[in-house]
């Protein structure tokens, strides 16, 4: 099997031949099955249909997963044990459609259809994080997946309610340390250990919540240890290790600077009452990781000092259904070493405050307006301060509205108007020293949902957005390692604005669930990061320059459910995607485009007995390049996921075990900056024990 599926990916052709094929053939599975199996639904009038049941909290109108007109992914409970790794893109790198900038264990951020960096926002309880992991792809993004109670990804156009920088999607996470409602139990809690083979991880989470009258305190942490990674063979490539000789020994068996040092601590306390809550929360997150780049010796350490205010009334008034406030203040700072030297230092002080107002229904219209507010103070300082002091502020206004237009078919309409200010001292275009860039954007976007059936769905959803070029866009200018270029920015770059279409056809019920979904984004002077064939400080001179470019995709999850009753459950799944990136003025690929990727796998659980299980990924070799971009051979991974509760005076005691990449195969992510160089991890085994209480 393995070789056939290598086989197919060796050639182009065979690659597109085979994602055409899996398309249809999902098409085909998810229409003609989900029909013929109408009447064994009837016989088991208790299954639990997944897709109208979860809702997504990205919405403000508190949509279901199968009501919203936006692509939504929703990572929760064991799924979300099974799959948080330690960093945020790691963790989600399974979801449909999403990949991670892989910069070794220390560092990944999610990528949304082939879509990274300033143009996915990633946030907490609707907050931006505030870290500075868009500007690098080594910079850490500083949440921890084991803390958190679920995971939202929204693919696709989002900056409707969540800024410009959401051009490609919104990560949201979700967690309790401010409590909206009072707990059911007098105190209640998690405590966690793991242990992991291939990088000696050793971990332990915990977190608490305990109610005194209306009050809820909450307290949370975890701390992780890991050493470098095993991986199988050499760290390099072949055609690396041919052309370019190292002065010390060629890395084999283990990567360099890929070991990790992390822990957090949150103190949060909420006052709530009937209509609503008011709440704080305090935290501090600490980490330190290796940079395995190919240089020897490079770390980073860094801290996140982070205050976060929210709250909330429910029905106030005759107008309003809800209204809640949320604020972040964030202190930054990381540090990066050459050996025990002080490289460059980071700095940032931001905050991000909004109001989210929710007004009642009105004749079968309901929606949400708002306003946000968002200032960002950058600074650099040191060798590689590739880009100058930036002070970034935002002003936004947004709506959004639905319209019930009939019993079967509900209309989105809104838009959002922001007001970019971004400014810099140090940069010298010509004879000026200061530099301030004003833009204003607006993006608007439209969307239905037919209920074809009771059963299915389909929703359309066209967004227009504007993106304003960032401060590393308009104002870089030196060598930045991590990318390997020097880079160089443009402060007359304009604003980058795209058209998207989304379509995806739904099921909720019955044997067969899921999605099948397609999209198309074009740009307009979309901002890429492009060679110009001239060197200095012995890097490529790389600039920010604006092209024309198109993304077209799709991505599909599947299941079949052999058996779901109450406590018990045996499944089939099957997700391919697939996103294609070009540039429209000269025909050439964009770079770091992920590949082709199918994903099948099979899930049993018996609640007296335990939980199992077992997928294979095959990921398609990349030939399509940009130009100094080497291609990347396709993998097969195969991982194996057990948990078992056992007999305890806790209500919840579980054991969990996972095996990852049990064939122990040499994979390169086409993603990262340093796949040549950075093989991902060898045959690994986790264990793992758990109390609820």
Not at 17 to 46: I, N, P, Q, R, T
Not at 338 to 361: A, I
Request: aromatic fraction near 8%; charged fraction near 25%.
């Amino acid at each position: 099997m393995i070789k056939v599926l290598r086989g197919l990916g060796n050639t182009v052709d065979r690659a597109r031949s085979l994602a055409l094929f899996v398309a249809s053939a999902a098409c085909v599975l998810f229409a003609s099955v989900a029909v013929a199996d109408e009447s064994d639904v009837a016989k088991h009038s208790d299954l639990e249909y997944h897709l109208d049941k979860v809702v997504v909290e990205s919405s403000p109108l508190q949509d279901t997963l199968f009501n919203s007109a936006q692509s939504v992914s929703v990572l929760s409970g064991a799924d979300l044990d099974e799959q948080a790794r330690n960093s945020l893109g790691d963790t989600l790198a399974q979801q449909p459609g999403v990949t991670s900038s892989s910069f070794g264990p220390g560092a990944g951020r999610p990528i949304i259809r082939g879509l990274g960096g300033d143009r996915v926002r990633i946030l907490e309880n609707g907050v931006s994080t505030q870290d500075v992991s868009s500007v690098s792809p080594d910079h850490p993004t500083t949440i921890e997946s084991s803390l958190v109670d679920k995971i939202e990804v929204v693919r696709g156009p989002a900056a409707l309610l969540y800024g410009t920088s959401a051009i490609g999607g919104v990560v949201n996470t979700f967690d309790r340390r401010i409590a909206e409602k009072l707990p059911e139990k007098p105190i209640s809690g998690t405590m966690e250990m793991r242990a992991e083979s291939a990088d000696k991880t050793r971990s332990g989470v915990f977190g608490l919540d305990a109610p005194a009258g209306p009050l809820v305190f909450h307290v949370d942490g975890f701390k992780r240890r890991s050493g470098d990674i095993s991986i199988p063979g050499f760290a390099r490539t072949e055609a690396l290790r041919d052309s370019e000789s190292l002065d010390y020994s060629e890395p084999k068996g283990r990567l360099p600077s890929s070991d990790t040092d992390n822990s957090n601590l949150t103190l949060g306390s909420s006052y709530v009452f009937s209509k609503g809550f008011l709440g704080a929360a305090v935290s501090e997150y600490n980490t330190a990781y290796g940079v395995p780049n190919g240089e020897p010796d490079i770390s980073i350490d860094a801290t996140r000092k982070r205050v976060d205010v929210r709250g909330g009334v429910r029905d106030f008034g005759d107008y309003i259904e809800s209204a809640i406030v949320r604020a972040g203040l964030v202190n930054y700072d990381h540090t990066e070493f050459e050996g025990s030297e002080t490289g460059t230092v980071f700095k940032q002080d931001s905050f991000d405050s909004r109001l989210d107002v929710t007004h009642k229904e009105i004749h079968s219209l309901r929606g949400t307006w708002g306003v946000q507010v968002q200032g960002t103070k950058f600074e650099a300082v040191g060798e590689e301060a590739f880009q100058p002091p930036t002070d970034t502020g935002v002003y936004s206004v947004f709506g959004l509205e639905e319209l019930l237009v009939s019993d079967d078919v509900t209309w989105q309409l809104g838009g959002r108007l922001d007001w970019n200010d971004t400014s810099t001292t140090g940069f010298d275009p010509g004879a000026q020293d200061d530099f301030n860039v004003d833009e204003t954007t607006f993006s608007q976007s439209t969307g239905a949902v037919w209920d074809v059936s009771p059963d299915y769905a389909l929703a359309l959803s066209v967004a227009h957005t504007e993106r304003a070029p960032t401060g590393q866009e308009l104002f870089a200018d030196g060598p930045h390692v991590a990318t390997g270029a020097f880079e160089v920015g443009d402060p007359d770059l304009g604003i980058e604005r795209s058209l998207g279409t989304d379509l995806t056809f739904r099921k909720k019920e019955g044997t067969v669930r899921g999605f099948i979904g397609g999209f198309f984004n074009r740009y307009w002077d979309y901002i890429s990061l492009n060679p110009t064939g001239a060197e200095e400080d012995d890097l490529p001179v790389y600039t920010f320059q604006a092209i024309n470019a198109d993304f077209v995709g799709f991505e599909s999850q599947v299941a079949y459910f052999l058996r779901d009753r109450e406590g018990e459950e045996l499944s089939f799944d099957i997700q391919p995607d697939y996103v294609r990136a070009r540039d429209r003025d000269n025909d050439e690929y964009l770079p770091r485009i992920p590949p082709l990727r199918l994903q099948v796998g099979t899930t049993y659980y018996n609640k007296d007995i335990c939980r199992v299980r077992l997928e294979a990924q095959h990921v398609f070799a990349q030939h399509k390049t940009a130009d100094f971009e080497t291609s990347t051979d396709a993998y097969t991974m195969l991982n194996l996921y057990v948990n078992k509760e056992l007999p305890s005076i806790m209500k919840n005691l579980e054991v969990f075990a996972r095996g990852t990449n049990l064939l122990s195969e040499k994979a390169r992510n086409h993603t990262s900056f340093i796949k040549d160089v950075a093989p991902l991890p060898g045959a690994s085994a986790m264990v793992g024990l758990r109390i609820r209480f």
